[in-house]
């Protein structure tokens, strides 16, 4: 089993930062993928960004390319989404997921372990 705990959330204005942090527990944080999701009301939760079990390999959703980082320290066992310059359009509930079969993935559906969530909310 793995635990997620997302944090980092908030209400920020237009233009500013955030980093999210999604702390793991309950396995070796090095031999699972990991996935930033996120889901605005009335939508389909979608990718935002993965990062693979040894952290040399990232990928991002078009929409947040050259804006968002994805990272890893697996020592703290820990993966962050380092935000920048946010727009309203990425006010959302934002997800932490981990799949230990996968190297990386960014369909939603290949991740078996998710967390509660943080709210972002991005103001205009």
């Known amino acids: 089993q793995v635990r997620l705990v997302e944090s980092g959330g908030g209400l920020v204005q237009a233009g500013a930062s955030l980093r999210l942090s999604c702390a793991a527990s309950?396995?070796?944080?090095?031999?699972?993928?990991m996935g930033w999701f996120r889901q605005a009301p009335g939508k389909e939760r979608e990718f935002v960004a993965g990062?693979?079990?040894?952290?040399?390999?990232?990928y991002y959703a078009d929409s947040v390319k050259g804006r968002f980082t994805i990272s890893r320290d697996i020592a703290e066992n820990t993966v962050y989404l380092q935000m920048n310059s946010l727009k309203p359009e990425d006010t959302a509930v934002y997800y932490c997921?981990?799949?230990?079969?996968?190297?990386?993935?960014?369909?939603?559906?290949?991740?078996?372990?998710w967390g509660q969530g943080t709210q972002v909310t991005v103001s205009s």
């Open positions: 990062i693979s079990r040894s952290g040399h390999s990232s």
């Open positions: 309950g396995r070796t944080f090095s031999t699972y993928a």
């Open positions: 997921a981990a799949e230990v079969a996968l190297d990386y993935s960014v369909i939603k559906y290949e991740y078996h372990y």
